[in-house]
């Protein structure tokens, strides 16, 4: 395991509140049709800061599989 780790997010789990994305370090979400998503070209560093702060636990970080 190389402790990679990249960004899901399930929309169906989503309310659009934005605290995530107002969080993100990189400035890599937004929201847009009233649910959080990676911005184009958006460089996500999987630091977790979105995932601690979502309050709907819409998004988190898993493994990267090898």
Same mark, same amino acid.
């Given at each position: 395991?190389?402790? &990679? +780790? +990249?960004?899901?997010? !399930?929309?169906? %789990? $989503? +309310?659009? $509140?934005? #605290? $995530?994305?107002?969080? /993100?370090? +990189?400035?890599?979400? @937004? #929201?847009?049709?009233?649910?959080? &998503?990676?911005?184009?070209?958006? @460089? $996500?560093?999987? /630091?977790?800061?979105? @995932?601690? &702060? /979502?309050? !709907?636990?819409?998004? %988190?970080? @898993? !493994?990267?599989?090898?």
């Amino acid at each position: 395991m190389t402790g &990679r +780790k +990249k960004l899901v997010i !399930d929309p169906a %789990w $989503c +309310k659009g $509140c934005g #605290i $995530c994305a107002a969080f /993100c370090p +990189k400035n890599a979400l @937004e #929201i847009a049709g009233e649910k959080v &998503r990676l911005k184009e070209g958006g @460089e $996500c560093v999987a /630091c977790g800061a979105c @995932e601690m &702060r /979502c309050p !709907d636990y819409a998004l %988190w970080l @898993e !493994d990267l599989e090898e």
